[in-house]
């Protein structure tokens, strides 16, 4: 079965430190990817998603994620987070049942 | 109200009890879908809604029933539930039902089952 891997369960980094999340999937086909953001309080947000293309996707709060189909990876960046990119991060991807399959998520918590 | 809305944003009940969970969105959205979050696990699948026909049920027990009576309101009936359905249950809308659409989420229900 089809599953997505969030190495990274708990992240504390300092404002200004660069984010990476990593993100693996066990699929082998043709995949449409997700990442997924919810703040404290907030309800679950889509961040950004790649279906085809240029496989360096850009999306909001200047978060960027890189397809690399040979490592089955679709890692989340940013180069320098904010106290407000405290939140939990989600990965996600269409398995080749056309459902969606999420990762267990990765907490990050920022400090001022 | 915009976006997606739950209610009740918390419920406790007894394992003989009967409660039901709302979800509505105002998004004009013609799919709708329940997640069920528990600790430490990822986001599951339980049911998906397309035009009000159910498209999906992930192997979900019987004892949660969904329910959809239009594209706006979606119920899940829960009865006679264990320990272990304890988790925060959440609803997505989406404007398909095909997963490569947005989904938009609502703040979850935290059901604790006693």
């Known amino acids: 079965a089809q599953s997505v891997s969030q190495h990274n369960h708990h992240v504390i980094l300092s404002e200004a430190a660069s984010l990476e999340l990593g993100c693996n999937y066990s699929y082998g086909g043709t995949v449409n990817l997700f990442w997924y953001v919810q703040y404290p309080g907030q309800h679950l947000q889509l961040l950004l998603k790649y279906f085809s293309g240029d496989p360096l996707v850009k999306g909001i709060k200047g978060f960027e994620a890189e397809f690399i189909k040979s490592k089955f990876s679709f890692n989340l960046r940013k180069p320098s987070v904010q106290w407000s990119d405290t939140a939990e991060y989600f990965c996600?991807?269409?398995?080749?049942?056309?459902?969606?399959?999420f990762g267990q998520g990765t907490t990050l918590q920022v400090k001022p | 109200e915009t976006g997606v809305t739950q209610t009740p944003r918390h419920l406790v009940m007894g394992m003989t009890n009967k409660k039901s969970l709302k979800c509505e969105q105002h998004l004009g959205h013609n799919a709708m879908y329940w997640y069920k979050q528990s600790a430490k696990k990822p986001l599951e699948l339980m049911f998906v809604?397309?035009?009000?026909?159910?498209?999906e049920n992930n192997s979900v027990p019987s004892r949660f029933s969904p329910e959809c009576p239009n594209s706006s309101h979606l119920f899940l009936h829960l009865h006679t539930l264990q320990p272990e359905d304890s988790a925060l249950y959440l609803c997505a809308s989406s404007q398909e039902g095909t997963f490569t659409d947005t989904q938009y989420f609502g703040p979850g229900t935290r059901l604790t089952v006693l």
């Open positions: 809604y397309n035009f009000k026909e159910q498209t």
């Open positions: 996600a991807v269409i398995s080749n049942t056309g459902k969606l399959i």
